[in-house]
């Protein structure tokens, strides 16, 4: 009977959602009926003929997650306790290890590891395919459940079975979880003129810390010749913040946009004229780990012919994924549309190709873990990237055609 009054009040949830749509859809077909009746079916021969006993809300939740998952490996079905997770996301205080996933090919892939997080420091990298959580193996696993999975009290030892480029064979690490906290914008003087700025995420926070430390560095006596910022293995974060960004460089026309099957998903962002505009020689520094907000960030800076970009190619993602609670605690997460840049591209899956393409050392596949660690603890002037950008800065007369070539 408990199975009976699951299915029951499933098929009510499917009807009454689909008729919500008649008005402005068309009615159900008797096709589409049919199928709900199968999905019936088979939950009535699971709770009779399944070999072991099966809690109804498992079966039905495991039938909705694979329903989601064939959409796109970034829309996802949350029940309960895994939605209450989501809602720490964007506080710029959890606890885990700082990393951001994806999907892709049913693989568990790392877009990036977030600066000054354990898993930062134990040498995880983007594009890394995590194949096994301790002893689970992450093959067709659902995000939300992989996060949660590495979600857990600070202090506690977790440990991730790991594929990459230029290993013979997987290799495993053992991360200590903490909470993180991540500090969003960094900064240094470089050579006495030009502004360094790294934006690690873009966080509640960014664009407030970001001006006053642009403000600072331009106030001194002898002011700035120049500004890098460096977006390399930034995951993405706040759209709206990335955008006040960007309005901070560009006086008008068109920021970014959205573009999705229903009105209400379709956005504009627009530069706004104001006082505070900084009109420096740029350069943005973006990786194979920059994603979604930083890729934004760089595609219309080259857009409105503002700054220079270098280093390799970007992620590619440009979804927007909407959260839908449900009345059961559960929720929803849907792609809903896609960014588009003033110039009408998009970034989902074709990533940001930089003017000047520049392979850091750092990123060399050969390194070992250790190597790796040892790099990234080093200073800024001993970055590769960071001196080309130097150099385009300080011959800015040669380098400024690349602007107009967009």
Known sequence: MKMKYWICQVLAVLSLGMLMLCSTVSALTQEEYDKLRVYSDVLSLIEKNYVEEKDPSDVIY????GMVRNLDPHSSFMPPSVYRELQVETKGKFGGLGIEIT????????VSPIEDTPAFRAGLKSGDRIIKIEETLTKNMDIMDAIKLMRGKPGTKIRLT?????????????????????????????????????????????????????????ERKKG????????????????????????????????????GRITSQNLQYHAHDNSEKFNYHMVVLVNEGSASASEI???????????????????????????FPLVDGSGLRLTTAKYYLPSHRTTHGKGIEPDILVKPVDDNATLTTEELIQRRNKSVEDDVLVMKAVEILGQWDRYEPILSKH
Do not use: C, M
């Open 224 to 259: 700035i010749a120049g500004l890098i910022i460096d977006l390399r293995s930034n995951p993405g974060g706040l759209l709206t913040q990335a955008v006040k960004v960007i309005d901070l460089f560009i006086d008008e026309g068109l920021i970014v946009y959205t573009d």
């Open 162 to 218: 790991v594929h990459r480029e230029g290993f013979s064979k997987p290799k495993a690490f053992t991360i200590v979880r903490d909470v993180i906290k991540i500090k969003s914008v960094k900064s240094e003087l470089l050579q006495d003129k030009y502004a360094y700025i790294r934006i690690a995420q873009f966080q509640e926070n960014t664009t407030r810390d970001f001006k006053r430390t642009l403000k600072r560095l331009s």
């Open 297 to 323: 960030v760089a595609g219309v800076f080259q857009d409105h012919h503002r700054a220079i970009v270098i280093g390799n190619k970007t992620f590619g993602k440009g979804t927007v994924q909407t959260i």
């Open 62 to 65: 495991e039938s909705i997650k």
């Open 103 to 110: 999907i892709k090919d049913r693989e568990l892939i790392i």
